[in-house]
């Protein structure tokens, strides 16, 4: 039986200061950040020294209508290989929708949404799920995620959704309790009803995270202290069951390394309290090992379930294409959706798109000043994503050019420069601090 302990996410930004860290058993790496040929030294020093790395995908799309990419399981199976981990894990959302599925545009929106809690997107999910199994080659757990709108029409709870996702394909469970608060103030929802719906033996380990309230409305940022109702959140987890494990995630506006380590211990206090109040030490009855089956000693997920029809996967691909269309391209708002929160949420999204493209093209910030930031959210409000942040990067700086949005003069000539070098037929890499960057920065 594996368990993990007080783990922390791994990014490059604080390396190092995870390196040093004391107390940390083990590490998660986003997958899509890490390439299985060039892994990075540090997690490479921390594998050496016996602390697990687990690899955390954030772009498989298991709740997509379309069954999941062989591309995308191929590429997170090889990044379990790479980094030697005891599982890999993924989340329940849906990221990408259209296509020939349902006749309509490709759609991506580069971020995590909420799947319907519908007997079709249940079923859907499962046989996704089960695709995943098959091609991975540790145990999958998935993530209930953090939602800023609800779907009209549901049929289940949160917590009896994910009971029956893990009793029907004995998936384990990863349990973020930042998004169960996060749920709590946008959707009205209670964790501690979510938490006693929930199969306690299937959970894989637990994420921890930070955020901030405005208008009513929490943002789940991974860029904020973890707040106390969070915590509280893991207490009465920790009172229901023991975690393998428990994670700390911070993506961005990182800390001093003294603040992650007061978060970490206060973590662990969340926990041992929970501990004391179920009447036994946070090791005398610790959940299923991370490298277990969840529900597996009961036969869960071992019979042939029926193949999913192409008709329920269009109805599914259907809803879900209208939702993304209302949000990325500016279409109507579908039936029974809050108009006001579906605009958050596009809003969010664009905003999201203007952080990560200015993190993966950091000349063009410096490039278009002050003004990036206003000038892409623009043009996200007009363009959808149709290739990843790659392509977002690219399409946002020839809609510039190309659009007559940009005056002549030096912003206009390295924009061009910086576009050119990326999108010949062998472009340079995207992420380069090189001529452009540094002679900005000098200026």
Avoid at 219 to 232: I, N, T
Avoid at 367 to 373: E, P, Q, S, V
Avoid at 433 to 438: N, P
Wanted: proline share 7%.
């Amino acid at each position: 039986m594996t368990r993990l302990g007080t783990g922390i996410g791994w990014r490059p930004e604080i390396a190092d200061a995870v390196e040093r860290m004391p107390g940390v058993d083990w590490v998660e790496a986003v997958a899509e950040n890490v390439c299985p040929g060039h892994l990075p030294e540090s997690l490479l020093r921390l594998r050496e020294r016996g602390v697990a790395v687990v690899p955390h995908g954030v772009s498989l799309g298991l709740g997509d209508a379309d069954r999941p990419d062989e591309g995308r399981l191929a590429a997170l199976a090889a990044r379990a290989e790479v980094l030697g981990s005891p599982l890999v894990t993924e989340h329940i959302a849906f990221v990408r929708a259209g296509g020939p599925l349902t006749a309509t545009p490709r759609l991506e929106a580069g971020h995590l949404l909420p799947v319907p809690r519908t007997r079709d997107a249940l079923d859907v999910l499962c046989e996704n799920v089960r695709i995943a199994q098959e091609s991975l080659p540790v145990p999958l757990a998935v993530e209930n995620i953090a939602a800023l709108i609800a779907w009209p029409g549901e049929e289940m709870t949160e917590g009896q959704f994910l009971y029956e996702l893990a009793d029907r394909t004995g998936v384990r469970l990863l349990i973020d309790v930042a998004n169960l608060h996060t749920n709590h103030v946008n959707r009205g929802e209670d964790p501690a009803r979510a938490l006693a719906e929930l199969p306690l033996e299937a959970i894989a380990y637990v994420h921890v995270a930070g955020g901030f309230e405005r208008d009513g409305v929490w943002h789940d940022s991974h860029a904020h202290p973890v707040p106390r109702p969070v915590l509280d959140i893991l207490t009465d987890l920790a009172s229901r069951v023991a975690p393998s494990g428990v994670l700390l995630e911070r993506d961005e506006n990182f800390p001093a390394p003294e603040e992650l380590e007061r978060e970490l211990d206060a973590i662990r206090e969340a926990v041992e309290l929970g501990a004391r109040r179920r009447g036994a030490t946070a090791r005398d009855v610790p959940a299923a090992g991370a490298g277990e089956t969840a529900r597996g000693a009961a036969g869960a997920g071992t019979s042939e379930p029926p193949a999913v029809g192409d008709a329920t996967r269009q109805r599914l691909g259907l809803a879900q294409a209208a939702l993304l269309s209302a949000l990325v391209a500016g279409t109507p708002v579908p039936e029974g959706f809050d108009r006001v929160r579906l605009g958050v949420q596009a809003r969010a999204l664009a905003a999201k798109r203007a952080d990560v493209v200015a993190k993966l093209a950091p000349e063009l910030p410096l490039i278009l000043g002050a003004g990036y930031r206003s000038a892409f959210i623009a043009h996200a409000q007009r363009h959808p994503m149709r290739g990843g942040y790659r392509q977002d990067a690219l399409d946002f700086a020839e809609q510039l050019l190309l659009g007559g949005q940009l005056a002549e003069g030096r912003a206009r000539r390295e924009l061009r420069r910086w576009w050119l070098d990326r999108s010949g037929p062998a472009p340079r890499p995207l992420s380069r601090l090189g001529r452009v960057g540094r002679s900005l920065i000098g200026r």
